[in-house]
Nanobody, 117 residues
Framework: VQLVESGGGLVQAGDSLRLSCAAS????????MGWYRQAPEKQRELVAL???????DYADSVKGRFTISRDNAKSTVYLHMNSLKPEDTGVYYC????????????WGQGTQVTVSS
């Protein structure tokens, strides 16, 4: 099972970035896909989730600036990040869960996003 993330980098405040995550090797039905992030010395927190049917859930801190989308045919999830702020800095982890009973969680290795002021 692999979740391969791409698109992180160093940007300035106000810039945009797009993260991508492609899942492979998962033979169960993929349910939710999404992104979490972890800033230095902080706990990992939810950024955005999207269901197989397209229902979305966002952290309050990113609503109106970030958009999550997915391509079910490619088992890929995207995170479009606009108006980036220094507090968006962190390691962004791709997440997905698959199966029904039992349900399994999968995580990517993480991609660094650094926003300078």
């Amino acid at each position: 099972v692999q979740l391969v993330e791409s698109g992180g980098g160093l940007v300035q405040a106000g810039d945009s970035l797009r993260l991508s995550c492609a899942a492979s090797g998962i033979f169960l039905s993929i349910n939710r896909m999404g992104w979490y992030r972890q800033a230095p010395e902080k706990q990992r927190e939810l950024v955005a989730l999207i269901s197989k049917g397209g229902a979305t859930d966002y952290a309050d801190s990113v609503k109106g600036r970030f958009t999550i989308s997915r391509d079910n045919a490619k088992s890929t999830v995207y995170l479009h990040m606009n108006s980036l702020k220094p507090e968006d800095t962190g390691v962004y982890y791709c997440y997905t869960d698959a199966g029904v009973v039992p349900r399994y969680d999968y995580w990517g290795q993480g991609t660094q996003v650094t926003v300078s002021s």
